[in-house]
């Protein structure tokens, strides 16, 4: 089986592979001064909740945006499941072509979700990651990672509100009644949450009219269903994007 590992700044994501079906996901929180010995216990609690151990676990296919962390997982993989990791950075295929100024700013994760969603949905596909930012990355129907647009995360922006102001409480993220809202708790979910889904909204017809046609537009990412249940501009919602991407990259380079 494939362990596939997405590290972010606020989660890592895993999802256990038994060939192309996705058995199993956890998320668990980041934390950089944790040693491979505790990333390690938690993994293996994880596994066998499942009925899964060690063994289990042939490959392993990681992704980082968390540079620490990297060295972290690689040394756990070796460890704990005998396995060198593939780990998604320059130098290994992908299927993607990156059409940046500078294709090592692309962030792994990026490209594990233009990897996907290519294979999933053919294109032009613009992908958008609700997660600590708010990512857009645009993918051709040819399969060329072309650009992207990066914002401020959902939580982070709400959490700024809380802690940059004197008298804003820090509020659930949730779906309020009304857009004005009758209090500053709702006031506040309506300016984070319709806010948002007005910025996907305005970003997607300003990508679309730049690129001169219509594209499949793929939700991923923590926040992605609450935003996605406010518009009708997101098209599909797939949690396991990145994932799906660590899979097929993994295949691609050691098959």
């Not at 945006?65 to 972290?72: D, F, K, R, S």
């Not at 802690?163 to 779906?175: F, G, I, K, N, S």
């Not at 009644?177 to 017809?205: P, R």
């Amino acid at each position: 089986m494939l362990l596939a590992i997405d590290i972010g700044n606020t989660n890592i994501t895993i999802g256990m592979f038994d060939g192309e079906e996705l058995k199993a996901t956890w998320r668990i929180s980041t934390g950089i001064h944790r040693m491979p010995d505790e990333y390690g216990v938690m993994l293996l609690s994880l596994l066998h909740q499942h009925g899964l151990d060690a063994s289990d676990v042939t490959k392993v296919s990681l992704c980082s945006v968390v540079p620490p962390l990297t060295a972290t997982f690689e040394e756990l993989s070796q460890r704990y499941f005998n396995t060198t990791p593939l780990v998604v950075g320059s130098g290994i295929k992908t299927g993607v072509r990156i059409r940046m100024d500078n294709p090592r700013e692309v962030g792994a994760d990026r490209i594990a979700d233009a990897a996907a969603a290519h294979h999933l949905y053919s294109g032009p596909v613009i992908i958008i990651d609700l997660g600590t930012a708010t990512t857009f990355g645009i993918v051709s129907k040819e399969g060329d990672y072309i650009g992207g647009i990066i914002a401020t995360g959902i939580a982070t922006a709400a959490e700024a509100l809380f802690t940059r102001t004197a008298q804003l409480p820090r509020v659930e993220l949730a779906h309020p009644k009304h857009v004005v809202g009758t209090n500053t708790v709702t006031a506040m979910q309506s300016g984070i949450i319709y806010g948002y889904a007005s910025l996907v909204e305005g970003m997607l017809a300003r990508i679309e009219k730049e690129l001169g046609e219509k594209a499949l537009v793929v939700a991923t990412g923590g926040y992605a269903q609450l935003i996605a249940n406010e518009t009708s501009a997101i098209n599909v919602v797939n949690p396991d994007l990145t994932l799906i991407g660590l899979r097929l990259i993994y295949m691609m380079n050691r098959a």
